[in-house]
């Protein structure tokens, strides 16, 4: 039995699909204050989450923690808040670094065999002049870390505290995920910005990967004899005007055309956060997005493709393609706004 943390989230629920596919009984935790849209994600085909079994709660309710990890043998923490805003900023903290040490003491607690925490680059931290970075580099604090990014480092050292009293696992860090999610939330707005045919670019560089590789990797992880080891997932390093023309030519919007200096950055980033306050919808950049996308990381996956030998990603083209075909049918649908 896995228990899947953050199951109906971006990452989460295509871990789901990955482990029903391959025959794992799955238990999952969903928060029963959300509405069935978020409950049952429309990304992924509902034929995949009536095979589990639903918990209600979250990773801040140890209660309902300790009911779902009654008999299971391993647990996919994948539950975070990925956000740059400053009014979501103590839940992200919360979710993020009190959750974590709630599923690790819970899992300690029962006995359970195995963990595979969802990290993230930017647990690491990021590099401003193009630095090639493996998973040795060492937490230092800088200008380039977010608040998201603190958050998932805290999280990181309650996930390495609990190997130091017994548990058996992973920690996995992917780079800045790609694929068919909800736009209007993490990585997955970068297509919504595309689509709307937002016209800034920067030369910034970091690494990509698809979501189904990110879910591959995790299972294969979980049924692995490693443990406590940490592994970036990155399968290509491009900069974001690459990434911008690309989805561009996939949705067949223009690609934009202004390079964001820091100057029209800061103008680009407070304009954002003036029209969220109008419309009420999430500002497209805020000032964290836009440092992000100005600095320059190269991040290094030999680690992993030395311990996985017969793993190959998949190509960040074909990523794309695949996605901008799934959201031009969802907006078609009106899944989608």
């Known amino acids: 039995m896995i228990l899947v943390t953050g199951g109906t989230g971006f990452i989460g629920a295509y871990i789901i699909k990955e ?11 969903r928060r029963s204050n959300k509405p069935d849209s978020y409950r049952v994600p429309f990304f992924i085909s509902p034929d995949f989450f009536k095979k589990v079994e639903w918990v209600d709660g979250d990773v801040l309710d140890v209660m309902a923690l300790d ?4 008999g299971v043998d391993a647990v996919i923490h994948s539950a975070a808040v990925i956000s740059f805003l400053k009014k979501e900023r103590k839940n992200m903290y919360s979710v993020n670094a ?37 998973e040795e580099k060492k937490w230092e604090e800088s200008k380039l870390n977010t608040h998201y990014g603190i958050s998932k ?32 939330n993490g990585s997955c707005a970068i297509f919504k910005n595309v689509y709307k045919e937002f016209g800034f670019y920067t030369k910034g560089v970091n690494g990509f990967i698809d979501v189904e590789d990110v879910a591959r990797l995790a299972v294969i992880l979980l049924e692995s004899n490693i443990t406590e080891e940490r592994y970036i997932l990155s399968a290509e390093n491009r900069d974001f ?13 223009k690609r934009p055309t202004k390079e964001a200096s820091v100057f029209l950055s800061s103008i680009a980033w407070r304009l954002e956060i003036i029209k969220s306050m109008m419309t009420g919808h999430k500002p497209l950049i805020t000032k964290e997005s836009a440092k992000i ?45």
């Open 19 to 29: 482990l029903v596919e391959k025959g794992y009984p799955v238990r999952a935790i």
């Open 67 to 70: 009911d779902a990890m009654k």
């Open 98 to 134: 009190d959750g974590t040490a709630n599923v690790v003491n819970m899992a300690i607690e029962n006995n359970v065999k195995r963990i595979i925490h969802i990290s993230s680059i930017s647990a690491i931290g990021r590099t401003a002049n193009g630095d090639h970075v493996t």
């Open 153 to 184: 480092h805290k999280a990181e050292m309650e996930a390495w505290r609990g190997f130091g009293e017994g548990l058996n696992g992973v920690i996995i860090n992917p780079s800045t995920v790609l694929g068919f999610g909800d736009w209007n």
């Open 241 to 253: 005007q690459w990434l911008l023309n690309t989805i561009a030519d996939g949705f067949g919007k």
């Open 293 to 337: 996308a100005r600095s320059k990381t190269y991040w290094q996956n030999d680690k992993l493709l030395a311990s996985l030998p017969g793993f190959s990603f998949t190509p960040l083209e074909e990523s794309i393609r695949k996605a901008c075909s799934n959201y031009e049918n969802a907006v078609r649908n009106l899944q989608l706004k």
